[in-house]
């Protein structure tokens, strides 16, 4: 018997078996990929999202964020009145005022529009159009509700010491010693000025007609509940987080990365030693790193910058290790030459080549960072990130949430529009005087 062996096979037949070779390849490659998604589709336990999801709360969250509530409230205790807007000292109405919808008096009258009136006095009323009479009484011995005969609607949560009553309106909820009344409007309110500022309530044309345009800024920046120059100053505090640990990288990268270039650096141990450590420096998450550094440094702005300018050392030092292992050596050579120094052929013959490459890189970088800064402003205190934050864990003013988000976006989108800019700027102008 001879043994066939590929030089021996017919040409037909050889390619016959690389052409099974391939299919079976292309076959393999949505077999793994079919078996990678079903590993997900259980792990993950894709099934039970559904039974995850809260739908109300997703509403309530969504709905937050574009309106805001006025709390009108009685003390059941000594019948005395409040009202405020998001329920806060600082938007609080003076004693004895109150909104167009809501007439004070032994008994209060809160109008929620659509019909649906409440009653705030010794006796609670909500007459509920389509459903009835609500009343309540509380005192020592509980809410004391009655309610229209019946089966209970999913919309009231009735107990023997709390009432809550939700409809498309507004909000009810009693308790023994506190009847509040809920009502949603639109808008982000007192988002210009507060309710003790002498402009609240006019027209943009009466402002403009006032002419006292310094007061009025000054009432609108050291507005107290939107906290306008707060705001500013976080957002100012996060581009600088950003600027001093992008640019503070590549000034450390720059000289680290000659020693990591194998043609400028001859030494094996310390190539290797510079590649370890960039690798050791990019290796570890920025969020490590501002985690490991707020433990030792305390939070704060600074803290985040070191975070940012360790973990862009590693990147940037690979980076430009490369773009130097790329030279040209003819025009250094040239530079030579001339007689110049070893500072002057680096200074007219390399970095000249690696501009580019460089300025690209870290102008790139720092958008980025203006991102990362946001989220490690949260972890060490400071910037847009650490407002962000706390109005997340309030989880009451959501429109809050929703106003630094939109500057957040607004900063990205103006931080990639300069770095856009200054780098066509820089590096056309570079090749030019090239």
């Not at 702005?301 to 050596?329: C, H, Q, R, Y």
Request: glycine share 10%; proline share 4%.
């Amino acid at each position: 018997m001879t043994d066939l062996t590929a030089s021996t096979l017919p040409a037909q037949q050889v390619a016959s078996r690389s052409f099974r070779r391939k299919r079976m390849a292309s076959l393999a490659a949505p077999v793994l990929i079919l078996a990678y998604l079903t590993y997900v589709f259980f792990a993950f336990d894709v099934a039970g999202l559904g039974d995850r999801i809260n739908v109300s709360n997703m509403k309530t969250l969504v709905a937050d964020s574009y309106s805001y509530k006025t709390h009108v409230a009685r003390d059941n205790r000594n019948g005395e009145m409040e009202i405020a807007i998001e329920g806060e000292r600082k938007g609080r109405y003076a004693p004895g005022t109150a909104p167009d919808w809501v007439t004070l008096g032994e008994t209060s009258i809160v109008e929620l529009g659509n019909g649906h009136t409440v009653e705030l006095g010794p006796e609670v009323r909500y007459d509920v159009p389509g459903y009835g009479l609500i009343t309540a009484t509380p005192g020592r011995s509980g809410v004391n509700a009655t309610l229209p005969d019946g089966p209970l609607p999913a919309w009231i949560n009735a107990s023997k010491n709390r009432l809550a009553v939700t409809t498309e309106a507004g909000r009810l909820t009693i308790t023994r010693n506190r009847a509040e009344v809920f009502r949603y409007f639109n808008g982000w309110e007192l988002f210009f000025f507060t309710l003790d500022s002498p402009y609240y309530g006019m027209s943009p044309l009466e402002l403009l007609r006032s002419g006292e345009y310094g007061a009025i800024w000054q009432d609108f920046w050291t507005n107290k509940m939107w906290r306008h120059g707060d705001v500013a100053w976080a957002l100012v505090e996060t581009v600088l987080m950003a600027f001093l640990g992008t640019f503070g990288a590549a000034m450390i990268a720059l000289p680290l990365g000659f020693l990591a270039a194998k043609n400028f650096s001859p030494l094996g141990a310390l190539r290797f030693a510079a590649r370890r450590l960039f690798d050791f420096l990019r290796g570890v998450d920025g969020l490590i790193w501002t985690i490991v550094l707020s433990r030792a440094f305390g939070p704060g702005p600074l803290t985040g910058s070191l975070a940012i300018l360790l973990t862009d050392t590693g990147t940037f030092g690979k980076i430009f290790s490369e773009a130097l292992e790329n030279v040209d050596d003819k025009q250094i050579e040239g530079i030579a030459s001339t007689g110049a120094a070893p500072v002057q052929r680096y200074r007219f013959g390399v970095i000249p080549q690696i501009t580019p490459v460089l300025l690209s890189q870290v102008l790139y970088y720092l958008e980025s960072n203006t991102r990362s800064a946001t989220i490690i402003g949260a972890i060490t205190g400071g910037g847009i990130g650490l407002l962000l934050t706390q109005a997340i864990i309030t989880q009451k003013d959501w429109e809050e949430v929703s106003y630094y988000i939109v500057l957040i976006i607004l900063m990205v989108v103006a931080m990639d529009s300069f770095s856009g800019w200054l780098r066509r700027k820089l590096i056309a102008g570079n090749e030019a005087g090239h």
